[in-house]
């Protein structure tokens, strides 16, 4: 069965600093290219950033909302993908999710149950 | 920046009825488009993947179509498990971008 488990939310403040993980299990974590996407409260999905697979360097996107301050990486020997988010800010409050990347044709073919980060003073 | 804009953000229907989303993309994006569900405290599902090929799993009664820049999903005869918000979503270029979803709800 395929899983995507994260952690690591909780309160930060702002200008504060908070690392996620997200463990798989399931499949070939190496084979894929990983995804963060983020859900304020009641609002809508914004895509965090990619991680590309090792035959691609493990190379990253992110948005420019989260570009110089989040960064995604992996450990391919543990399953797992990180998300270290530093200078928060309160609009980065949000429920996060780690999700998987179909291998062809693209789409987020498999997501975790999401943790929240809220960020306040 | 891509922007998607899906209509309408709300609608209001019945067991059995047939469901139409729009998905406007700001610019052209051949098929690689994507349709999410997500139920109230739960993580989205895939349901549609290059604008038209169905997810393993999921009913037929979902379908997509459309290339270039309008897109739609469509429900057909809608179940009391498809009451949900609806997003779209382009993988075409960098930032990947959603619509700002489409809530299904029961008249």
Not at chain 1, 45 to 56: I, P, Q, T, Y
Not at chain 1, 69 to 92: A, G, V, W
Not at chain 2, 5 to 34: K, W
Request: hydrophobic share 30%; with cysteine; net charge positive.
């Amino acid at each position: 069965e395929v899983q995507l488990v994260e952690s690591g939310g909780g309160l930060a403040q702002p200008g504060g600093s908070l690392r996620l993980s997200c463990v798989v299990s399931g499949f070939t974590f190496s084979d894929h290219y990983m995804d963060w996407v983020r859900q304020a409260p009641g609002k809508g999905l914004e895509w965090v950033g990619r991680s590309r697979n090792k035959a691609n360097s493990y190379t990253t996107e992110y948005p420019a909302s989260v570009k110089g301050r989040f960064t995604i990486s992996r450990d391919d020997s543990k399953n797992s993908l990180y998300l270290q988010m530093n200078s928060l800010k309160t609009e980065d409050t949000a429920v996060y999710y780690c999700a998987r990347d179909r291998v062809g044709a693209p789409a987020f073919d498999m997501w975790g149950q999401g943790t929240m980060v809220t960020v306040s003073s | 920046d891509i922007q998607l804009t899906q209509s309408p953000s709300f609608l209001s229907a019945s067991v059995g009825d047939r469901v139409t989303i729009t998905c406007r993309a700001s610019q052209g994006i051949s098929t690689y488009l994507a349709w999410y569900q997500q139920k109230p405290g739960k993580a989205p599902k895939v349901l549609i993947y290059a604008a038209s090929t169905l997810q393993s799993g999921v009913p037929s009664r979902f379908s997509g179509s459309g290339s270039g820049t309008e897109f739609t999903l469509t429900i057909n005869s809608l179940q009391p498990e498809d009451f949900a918000t609806y997003f779209c979503q382009q993988l075409n270029s960098y930032p990947v971008t959603f619509g700002g979803g489409t809530k299904v709800e029961i008249k």
